[in-house]
């Protein structure tokens, strides 16, 4: 079974950085699951940016990525790799 690699990078509009949380899983048998788990991920996510109070009201935007390893490696530029 191949692994999937998640990125989700969520930016408050108005802040300068991003935070970005990155997790590879070996237990994915699809893109489907990897979905599901970034939609926990994402959930959590708002939830922990909610308790800011200085974030109250600014739009919070996701960028999400959900790739097995060729799709990684081919983002990457990598042409061959050992594994």
Not at 13 to 21: D, H, I, R
Not at 40 to 48: A, C, E
Request: glycine share 4%; net charge negative.
């Amino acid at each position: 079974m191949d692994a999937f690699t998640m990125v989700i990078m969520a930016c408050v509009s108005g802040e300068p950085t991003c935070t970005a949380t990155r997790i590879s899983e070996m237990g994915f048998t699809s893109v489907e699951a990897c979905e599901a788990r970034i939609d926990d991920i994402t959930r959590s996510m708002t939830k922990q940016l909610a308790t800011h109070a200085e974030f109250k009201g600014r739009e919070v935007t996701y960028d999400v990525s959900c790739l097995d390893r060729t799709q990684l490696w081919r983002k990457l530029g990598v042409a061959q790799a050992d594994t």
